[in-house]
C-alpha cells in the first residue's frame, strides 16, 4: 500500500527569479551527484545481514515485516531524492517558501497504455495493485510569471541538471535534452506535462543503439507528495534481478562502477572505468575477493581507483 500527502503549495517567481533558482540549484546538483553514488548494492547487502540475523526461517515471511534502513552515501533513487530536497533547502533564504513546496514524487516506468493509465483514476490510489512505483525523484511546482509548471531533479538517473516542465511548453520548458551519449548507445529524454491529466508528467526516453531505436514511456505523480518511498519503491529495489554501484561526474555521465545480475549460479560482475582509451570493462570473479591477501596489486590498485 502507498499513501500521497496533500499538494504541496506552489513557489511563484519572476522569470528572472527562475532562472536564477536553476542555476543556484545546478551548482549544488553537479556537486551532489559527485559526492553521492548510485548504490543498489549495500541495501541489497544489509537485507541479508538483517534476515541472517532475524529468527524468522522463511525470507518471504521476513521480507514482509523489513523496513528498509536509508543510510548515508548508499543510496538508490529514494534516498538521492532525499539528498537533493535536503540540499536545496539551502537557498530558502534566496527563495522563500521552497522549502515547503519540495516533495517526493513518484514514478511508473514503462507504461504501455498511457490514455488508460492516466484517464482511468485522478492518481494512481485508484489502481492499487496494478500500479508499481518503481522510481522516485524531487519535484517542485512552480507559478512563472503566473505560468504553472513543475521543477525536477532525478539523480538517480543521473540527471544533474534541472528539468523544467511548464504547462504550455514554452520557455523554459526543457523539451527533449540528450542524457548520455557515448560510442554504443545514446539516451535522450523529454518530459512533459499530459494532456488528459495533468496530475502526471510523461516521460519519454529514446535509445538509439546503431540504426535500432527503442522508446519507453514513464509517468510521474506530481499532484500530491510522495510518502510511501521507503515502504514501496526502496523495498521494492530489493527484488530487482540488477545491482549496481555508480560513480558520475558533475553532468551526470558514469566515470565507474560496478554491477551484476541476482541469478542463483552469478559468480561474476563487471567492473568499468574510465581509461586512457576511454571505458573499460572487466569481468571478475566474485571468489577473487574471498582472501584480500590473494588479490594482486593491479586488481587492488584498480578497485581503489
Not at 528572472?16 to 540549484?25: G, H, N, P, S, W
Not at 532525478?154 to 535534452?177: E, K, N
Request: aromatic letters at 12%; proline letters at 5%; glycine letters at 4%.
Amino acid at each position: 500500500m502507498f499513501f500521497f500527502y496533500a499538494p504541496r503549495p506552489a513557489l511563484h517567481l519572476t522569470l528572472q527569479q527562475y532562472e536564477d533558482l536553476v542555476a543556484k540549484a545546478e551548482a549544488l546538483l553537479s556537486r551532489l551527484v559527485v559526492s553521492e553514488n548510485y548504490d543498489s548494492v549495500n541495501n541489497f547487502l544489509t537485507l541479508y545481514d538483517a534476515y541472517m540475523a532475524s529468527p524468522d526461517p522463511a525470507l518471504h515471511e521476513f521480507f514482509q515485516k523489513y523496513n528498509p534502513p536509508i543510510r548515508p552515501k548508499k543510496n538508490t533513487c529514494v534516498g538521492l531524492g532525499m539528498e537533493v530536497m535536503k540540499k536545496l533547502k539551502v537557498l530558502e533564504k534566496d527563495f522563500p517558501g521552497i522549502t515547503k513546496s519540495m516533495m517526493l514524487v513518484s514514478c511508473d516506468e514503462n507504461i504501455e497504455d498511457l490514455v488508460d493509465y492516466a484517464t482511468s483514476f485522478p492518481g494512481p490510489q485508484g489502481f492499487l495493485i496494478e500500479t508499481e512505483k518503481d522510481h522516485v525523484m524531487a519535484a517542485i511546482h512552480v507559478r512563472i510569471a503566473g505560468r504553472p509548471g513543475v521543477f525536477l531533479s532525478d539523480l538517480g538517473y543521473h540527471i544533474s541538471r534541472v528539468v523544467t516542465v511548464m504547462a504550455d511548453r514554452c520557455y523554459p520548458h526543457t523539451g527533449w535534452f540528450t542524457q548520455s551519449d557515448e560510442p554504443h548507445c545514446r539516451k535522450e529524454y523529454m518530459y512533459q506535462l499530459n494532456l488528459q491529466n495533468t496530475n502526471y508528467i510523461e516521460w519519454h526516453e529514446r535509445e538509439t543503439r546503431g540504426a535500432n531505436v527503442k522508446e519507453r514511456l514513464s509517468l510521474i505523480y506530481v499532484a500530491k507528495a510522495y510518502l510511501t518511498a521507503v515502504s514501496v519503491t526502496e523495498k521494492r529495489n530489493l527484488v530487482w534481478d540488477l545491482r549496481s554501484l555508480l560513480a558520475r561526474d558533475p553532468k551526470g555521465r558514469l566515470t565507474a562502477g560496478i554491477y551484476f545480475p541476482l541469478k542463483p549460479k552469478t559468480v561474476e560482475f563487471t567492473i568499468f572505468y574510465e581509461g586512457n582509451n576511454g571505458k573499460q570493462r572487466k569481468k571478475m570473479k566474485f571468489e577473487t575477493f574471498m582472501e584480500l591477501q590473494k588479490v594482486n596489486f593491479t586488481l587492488t590498485y584498480l578497485i581503489r581507483s
